[in-house]
């Protein structure tokens, strides 16, 4: 079986749950005639750099739709200017979006009023920057306490409560230091116990960790995954570094010149990716640590023998392969108790030697 035809259907990702964010066919147009170019198909069908002349537009994002699932970490990837901050910044309408629809948790938020999405902001979101945006003359305590302060939180309660994020980030011992004491990985954990703090139901993180040099950028990616797994934050991510996207992202959404290229799972970009922009973005990604059985497994043949071990269509092929090679017969691919396609060595050696049929990519 080609790696690169269509896995067998998953579950949609919303998983019949209402999605927590709901983006349809938005737009983000900078310039004078901003308004203009998502009502015209003429000015909407030209390319950038077109559009820049004609109109003296930049269309950063263009006619983007998406949901988020409660839970999910969503991740926005894309090369530098491809709109990825501008998309996620209209979803708290920190940008104000030029067309389209944003729902929130069933609320149309952009016709939220100015209180609302005051409230929004303080209550329901939360960012984390690159730069960390800490305030220098505070301790940790109480930057990490700011937004409860703002909110009118009682100082004791507020103090409780920064403490205990205090210690969910690690960073307990440090509540009285003051930013500039700490490196830079430790003012980011500041960064993500001050966004934990107010108990938000959607993280935004803009990049965090791209100024933090590359074993502490691992730390921190550690850090966000048990974060997510302790309180099961809703997270839209933006990177620009797949390796960063496949690692935290559920869901991966590819943005070029504002346009959504493709939206799924980091085994469905590198199985089946969309275009050449998405493959040349996973070109080098070792495959049998993103792709799963369901990519490789193929149909039984008469003469294959049916009574080997079973295995789950979602194991990465990286963790099946010492059991796949081990076995006598071939792996069964069982879900909910129905066989969907057997796995034996050559599929195995195909991916991680890197000779699958023609048609699919350059293997791990
Ligand atoms: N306030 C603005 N006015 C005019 N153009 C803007 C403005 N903000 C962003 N743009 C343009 O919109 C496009 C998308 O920018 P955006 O910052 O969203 O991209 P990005 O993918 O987040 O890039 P990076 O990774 O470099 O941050 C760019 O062409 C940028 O120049």
Redo the contacts with the bound molecule.
């Keep these: 079986m080609s790696t690169e035809t269509a896995a067998p259907p998953r579950q949609q990702p919303t998983d019949g749950r209402s999605p927590v964010i709901s983006v349809r066919e938005l737009w983000k147009v900078?310039?004078p005639k901003a308004d203009q170019v998502p009502r015209s198909p003429e000015l909407a069908a030209l390319s950038?750099r077109e559009l820049m002349e004609r109109a003296r537009c930049?269309a950063?994002?263009r006619e983007v739709s998406f949901d988020v699932a409660p839970g999910e970490v969503f991740v926005v990837m894309?090369?530098?200017?491809?709109?990825?901050?501008?998309?996620v910044r209209c979803l708290t309408r920190l940008?104000e979006p030029t067309a389209g629809e944003v729902v929130f948790e069933g609320e149309d938020i952009l016709h939220a009023d100015k209180k609302r999405l005051r409230e929004l902001r303080r209550h329901k979101f939360s960012m984390v920057f690159q730069h960390f945006g800490l305030l220098p003359y505070r301790r940790v305590v109480d930057n990490v306490s700011y937004g409860l302060e703002i909110r009118g939180t009682g100082r004791a309660e507020r103090i409780r409560r920064a403490m205990e994020v205090i210690e969910l980030v690690g960073l307990g011992g440090y509540e009285n230091s003051y930013p500039d004491q700490l490196s830079g990985g430790m003012q980011q954990r500041v960064g993500l116990a001050r966004a934990l703090a107010g108990d938000p139901d959607v993280l935004f993180f803009d990049?965090p960790f791209s100024a933090l040099d590359p074993l502490i950028r691992r730390d921190m990616q550690n850090e966000v995954i048990r974060l997510h797994h302790e309180v099961g934050k809703t997270m839209v991510f933006?990177t620009?570094d797949l390796s960063e996207a496949l690692k935290l992202g559920d869901r991966i959404l590819i943005?070029r010149d504002?346009r959504m290229v493709q939206c799924g799972t980091g085994d469905e970009l590198v199985g089946a990716p969309a275009d050449d922009y998405v493959r040349d973005f996973v070109r080098d990604v070792p495959r049998s640590h993103v792709l799963t059985l369901r990519w490789i497994m193929r149909a039984p043949r008469p003469d294959d023998v049916l009574d080997g071990p079973e295995l789950g269509p979602d194991v990465v092929v990286r963790d099946a392969t010492r059991v796949v090679l081990a076995a006598e017969k071939p792996v069964k691919v069982v879900a909910d108790g129905k066989l969907l396609g057997i796995v034996g060595d050559e599929e195995i050696l195909a991916i991680v030697a890197g000779t699958e049929p023609a048609g699919s990519e350059a293997g791990a």
């Design positions: 900078f310039g950038r930049t950063a994002v894309g090369l530098s200017g491809s709109g990825k901050s501008t998309l940008v990049e933006i620009h943005m504002g």
